[in-house]
Structure formats: C-alpha cells, structure tokens
Antibody, heavy 122, light 109 residues
Framework: EAQLVESGGGLVQPGGSLRLSCAAS????????MSWVRQAPGKGLEWVAN????????YYVDSVKGRFTISRDNAKNSLYLQMNSLRAEDTAVYYC???????????????WGQGTLVTVSS | EIVLTQSPATLSLSPGERATLSCRAS??????LAWYQQKPGQAPRLLIY???NRATGIPARFSGSGSGTDFTLTISSLEPEDFAVYYC???????????FGQGTRLEIK
C-alpha cells in the first residue's frame, strides 16, 4: 500500500526559509510524478508544484515561482519542497501526493500524505 | 488557467437523502476531472477520476458524470460518514499542472 509521510513544517518568520520532506513507501517511487498541494487554514486546496519521475521537468503555480523549489531523491524515495522568501500568505498545511505513472496525465492524486503545517508569522 | 466553480457552497441534507454536487469548468477539460472527499483534520481522498470512474474502495453510492465543462458528483443515499467537504480537480497536460474547485461543504441538516 502506497504511503506518504511529510515532515519539516513549523513556525518561520516572514522572509525566512523552510524545507519540507515527504517520505514515500509501498510503491516504486521513481516511476511516478509527485506534487505538493497546500491548504490555508479554513480554505480550499491549491496545487503548488510537481516534478516528473526522473526530475527532468518541474512546474509551479505562479504565486510561488522563483521562491519555491521542488526536488526529489529517488535513491531515498523522498520528495522535497524548499521554500524561500516566505510570506504570511504561504501559511498552510502542505500535502505531498503521488501522481502520474511515468506521464503526468496517467493518474490522479492518490494517495496524499497527512500534511505538515507551515506558519509564517513574526 | 482553467477555473473550476463548485455549487452550492454548502449543502444541507439528512442521512438517506440524495446529494447532487456540481462543478463547472471555465473551458472544456474533456473528461479529465476528479472528485475528492476531505474530512476535518484529514487529507483529501480520491473518490472519482476521469469524471465517472470510482477509485479503489469507494462505495457504489458515489457516482460521477459529465464531460466538457459540466460535471456532477452524486451520492445516492447519504451515510453519516459522507458529511464532509468535496473538491473537484482538473489536470492540465501542458504545462503540467492542476487546479481545484473551491469546495462544497456537505452538512447534516
């Protein structure tokens, strides 16, 4: 059974940095696109970024371009999100999700991790 | 960017009743639409993919329909555990990305 576990969230000041991790198990990690999705407190879901199975392609929502970097280490079955220049509006629970098998359009977001909370505040 | 608009924002029904949730896309997404259920304090769970296919382990009372710009999630007879927030999602192929609707809260009447 596929399982994802996020870590690395916490309280950070505006302008600060944080690195989130997502540990994957129960599936062949290096065959799947992966995504980060966030949810601000009491709000809906927002797709943040994705990365191809071999890390050759990465895409971001406009609001995080130039500030966030998605990466992966297939040898460690791990996904990462480096977040720089953090703003109050980045406060959210961040989820990682397993996506398409080899191609982006092959599958949907299933499963999701339990999420990790990032709070940007002074 | 494709915008998904869900309606209603909140739906108040009783157990045993039928629920009909709507999702409208700002341009055609063909059948590339999914539905997710989210309960308080939990991660979203995939219910329906490609507009009308139930994900593994999803009860038959959940069904999806539609194509192009108009989609519907139907719960034929509500169980107590179905009261949650439901999101629709589209996946764009180029550039590879995704957007979600704003959600419909299904609450007990």
């Amino acid at each position: 059974e596929a399982q994802l576990v996020e870590s690395g969230g916490g309280l950070v000041q505006p302008g600060g940095s944080l690195r989130l991790s997502c540990a994957a198990s129960g599936f062949t990690f290096n065959n799947y696109w992966m995504s980060w999705v966030r949810q601000a407190p009491g709000k809906g879901l927002e797709w943040v970024a994705n990365i191809k199975h071999d890390a050759s392609q990465k895409y971001y929502v406009d609001s995080v371009k130039g500030r966030f970097t998605i990466s992966r280490d297939n040898a460690k079955n791990s996904l990462y999100l480096q977040m720089n220049s953090l703003r109050a509006e980045d406060t959210a629970v961040y989820y990682c999700a397993k996506c398409g098998f080899l191609e982006w359009f092959n599958n949907w977001f299933d499963p999701w991790g339990q999420g990790t909370l990032v709070t940007v505040s002074s | 960017e494709i915008v998904l608009t869900q309606s209603p924002a909140t739906l108040s029904l009783s157990p045993g009743e039928r629920a009909t949730l709507s999702c409208r896309a700002s341009q055609s997404v063909n059948s590339y639409l999914a539905w997710y259920q989210q309960k308080p304090g939990q991660a979203p769970r995939l219910l329906i993919y490609d507009a009308s296919n139930r994900a593994t382990g999803i009860p038959a009372r959940f069904s999806g329909s539609g194509s192009g710009t108009d989609f519907t999630l139907t719960i034929s007879s509500l169980e107590p555990e179905d009261f949650a927030v439901y999101y629709c999602q589209q996946r764009s192929n180029w550039p590879p990305g995704s957007t979600f609707g704003q959600g419909t809260r299904l609450e007990i009447k």
